[in-house]
C-alpha cells in the first residue's frame, strides 16, 4: 500500500523499528517463514486491550503497533510475527488483526495498525 499523503510528521513518530515475518503452511502444515523484513520503520504501542479476532473473538492484544501504508503487509496473509527490535529488542509477537486507517479527506490509507500478541 503506497499513499503519499502520510505527513512527514507523522513518519517521524514512527520511531521504533521491527522486524516482520509472513508465515505461511508448509505441505507437513507447520508454519514456516515465506518472507522477512527488517528495520521497518513502526511504533509499538505497548499495553493490554480487548479487540476482536479475524473470527469475531475477544482476545486480549499485548500491543498495538503502527506502521506507514507503504509497510510490506499483505493483509490476507494468514500471520505475521512482528519484533520490535530498536530501540529496545522486544520479544516476538504475532498478529491478531490488521486494520488499515483511512483519511477521511482522500480516502486513501493514512497508516496501517496491527493487534498483536
Known amino acids: ?8 510528521k507523522y513518519k517521524q513518530l514512527m520511531t521504533h523499528k ?5 508465515l505461511g503452511r508448509n505441505s507437513e502444515g507447520d ?3 515465506v518472507a ?10 505497548w499495553g493490554k486491550r480487548v479487540v476482536v479476532d479475524l473470527k469475531g473473538e475477544e482476545v486480549t492484544a499485548a500491543a498495538t503497533v503502527f506502521l506507514l501504508p507503504d509497510a510490506p503487509i499483505v493483509e490476507t496473509a ?5 519484533e520490535q527490535t530498536a530501540p529496545y529488542s522486544r520479544q516476538k509477537t ?6 488499515p486507517i483511512d483519511d477521511p479527506r482522500t ?7 496491527m493487534a498483536v500478541q
Request: net charge negative; proline share 5%.
Open 107 to 113: 480516502g486513501k490509507t493514512h497508516h496501517l495498525e
Open 94 to 99: 504475532i498478529m491478531i488483526r490488521i486494520d
Open 1 to 8: 500500500m503506497t499513499n503519499s499523503m502520510t505527513s512527514p
Open 18 to 22: 521491527a522486524t516482520i515475518k509472513q
Open 78 to 82: 494468514d500471520r505475521w510475527e512482528i
Open 36 to 45: 522477512t523484513y527488517n528495520n521497518i520503520p513502526c511504533f509499538f504501542e
Open 31 to 33: 508454519w514456516t517463514t
